[in-house]
Each structure stands twice: as structure tokens, then as C-alpha cells.
């Protein structure tokens, strides 16, 4: 039989635009910790998704402190490690990414080597927008898979892209089979995708979603991911995937719309070798502005639930 999916979310409020960071309320984490006790129900501990970005070598003191303090925590967390050198660095960032493994390997339940980077119009928001992010990826995995065999490290090692959408003009699938070989191709125990139909792109009506949703996870399965190497017994993850409200963006559309992704995600979890969804984000950075970037989360500023976090919490229940 096919596993149910694993469900992870973001749990604080922020969100990294191409403005730079859409901050509001500091974050409560008693209440944080109520709110995610009861999306998580009875069922299977949610996975908790979290972020340290590597500014260059000169930040590797500090991204070290970080994680550390995230592993202290004792939850195993999704943790992400963001390229964000403005020079390049690429053999200092995969001696830290290997660093990382081999000293906090058996901390976390997932390590996942760059985020984005196949996205430069985001500014510093995605690692695409960094020089040499493409060689960060097909060298920083292999680089973390070598030093999880050496220390006996139990993390998932993966990455996570944005959807390409025309394959004609972008080659980037193509340069990571031709940099990374199949070196790359065997190393990642997860191939991650970030999904946000609806928010940018096209307008979809809800009716649009699932289609929508399984040409992009099929495109990433069957097209890029072959293109690369990647062999269908790596099994993807939704690793991001929200819909802001707002203006011209009702809370109980942002209901609708998760619900259509979430199941289709489900519906097509054997076939293609899906495994996780995880939510961006649990609360609001500022409830009061416009921008889409401040309002992507299932609970206002003010922890208080919209609609959708209560449609996520019966389809974890059911789903889970």
C-alpha cells in the first residue's frame, strides 16, 4: 500500500519577496506550538520546515551557531541551507554544507542543499539570484550524500527548485546533467519542488488546479528530473507550497485552493513517487498590509485561524 503523506509546515511569520522580507507581530511560540499541536491532531508529528541562510565564508560561524541552536531544539526539522554568497564561494560553501552533515546529521530529519536555485528574478530571495548557484547544487549534494555515508548521518539529503516552464529557453535541467553527471544524479535521497500555482503565473480558478498541479509535478518528474539523471525511485517533495489572501483574494478561496492541491498532490503520490507536502506559511507576517508576501499564512498576525487552517487540519486527519 501506498504511505500517507507526510505533512510539514513553515511555522513562523515571515516570507522573503523580491523587496526583501515581509516581517510583522514578533512570533509567539507558545502559540505556535498550540497551533501546530492542533493541525497535527491525533496523527503523525507534523515536520517542521525551517531556514539558515550561508552568506560566504564569513558567515560560517554564524550559520553553524544557528543550526546548532535549531538541533538543540530536539524536534527533527526539514532545515534548509541557503546559498546566498555574493561571491561565489562555491568549494567554501560545499566544506560548510559537509560540515553541517557530519556534525548535525542525526539532528534533523531532512538537510536540503540550496533552495531555489534555479530562480534569479527574486532577488535575494531564491538562490538562483547568486553567482555560481547552479554548481552550489550539483556539488553541495554530493558533497552532503559522501559526508552521510562517512558519519552514519540519518538526514534525508535533497534540494528543492521552482517549475520550469519552458524547457525551450531554460536550460537549467540541462546544465545540471552536463556540471553534475551522474555523480549528482545518485546522490539526493529527495528531489524537492516549490509550488505556487495561482500565486505567480496565470490566474486559475479553482476548476484549473488539479490539472494545473499534475502538469507541473509530471513536467518536474518526467522531464526534468530525467533530463538530469534523477531515477523515479528518488521520491519528490512538495517543499513550499501556499496562497496568500488579501485584496482580490478571500480567505475562503485560500481554503478551496489548498484543498484542490493537497488532494491532488495525494491522488498522484504513488504514481509519480511523491511523499511530502509542507505548508508555507502557518501565520501572516502582518495581516494589515496588501502585499501578498506578508498575508500567506492559515492564521492572521494575531494567531486567530482563517478559514483554511481548519480545511488543513481535517485533511491531515484524513490524509495523513
Known amino acids: 500500500m501506498t504511505a500517507p503523506l507526510v505533512f510539514g509546515v513553515f511555522p513562523l ?4 519577496g523580491p523587496d ?11 502559540a505556535i506550538g498550540r497551533a501546530l499541536a492542533e ?24 550559520a553553524h551557531g544557528q543550526i546548532a541552536q535549531l538541533a538543540a531544539i530536539g ?61 552550489a547544487l550539483v556539488r553541495g549534494v554530493p558533497a552532503a550524500a559522501a559526508a552521510k555515508r562517512e558519519s ?15 524547457p525551450a529557453t531554460d536550460r537549467f535541467w540541462a546544465e545540471v546533467r552536463d556540471t553534475g553527471g551522474a555523480e549528482f544524479a545518485a546522490a539526493p535521497d529527495y528531489a524537492g519542488i516549490d509550488l505556487y500555482p495561482d500565486v505567480f503565473g496565470p490566474p486559475l480558478s479553482p476548476d484549473e488546479l488539479p490539472a494545473a498541479v499534475e502538469r507541473l509535478l509530471r513536467d518536474f518528474r518526467e522531464r526534468d528530473l530525467a533530463t538530469a539523471g534523477v531515477p523515479a525511485s528518488v521520491p519528490i517533495r512538495v517543499c513550499e507550497n501556499g496562497w ?25 503520490r504513488a504514481e509519480l513517487n511523491v511523499t511530502h507536502w509542507e505548508l508555507f506559511t502557518l501565520r501572516d507576517a502582518d495581516s494589515s498590509k496588501d502585499d501578498l ?13 482563517k478559514p483554511a487552517f481548519h480545511t488543513l487540519r481535517r485533511l491531515i486527519a484524513e490524509l495523513g
Not at 548521518?153 to 519552458?166: K, L, M, Q, W
Not at 508576501?293 to 485561524?305: A, C, Q, T
Open 75 to 135: 524536534v527533527p526539522l526539514d532545515l534548509v541551507l541557503c546559498y546566498r554568497d555574493q561571491g561565489g564561494d562555491v568549494p567554501a560553501w560545499v566544506s560548510f554544507v559537509s560540515q553541517v552533515v557530519t556534525r548535525h546529521g542525526r539532528d534533523f530529519a531532512a538537510l536540503q542543499i540550496t533552495g531555489e536555485p534555479n530562480l534569479a528574478s527574486a532577488g535575494a530571495a531564491a538562490d538562483g539570484a547568486f553567482p555560481g548557484a547552479l554548481e
Open 20 to 30: 526583501g522580507l515581509a516581517v510583522g507581530p514578533p512570533d509567539d511560540y507558545a
Open 244 to 268: 496568500p489572501t488579501g485584496p482580490g483574494r478571500p480567505e475562503e478561496r485560500q481554503a478551496v485552493v489548498l484543498e484542490r492541491v493537497v488532494r491532488t498532490v495525494h491522488a498522484l
Open 39 to 62: 493541525l497535527q491532531g491525533d496523527g503523525r508529528p507534523l515536520l517542521p520546515r525551517m531556514y539558515v541562510p550561508w552568506y560566504g565564508p564569513a558567515s560560517t560561524a554564524t
Open 13 to 16: 511569520a515571515m516570507a522573503a
Open 293 to 305: 508576501f506578508h498575508r500567506f499564512g492559515v492564521l492572521r498576525d494575531d494567531y486567530s485561524p
Open 152 to 166: 552514519g548521518a540519518t538526514a534525508a539529503i535533497g534540494f528543492a527548485v521552482v517549475p520550469v516552464f519552458d
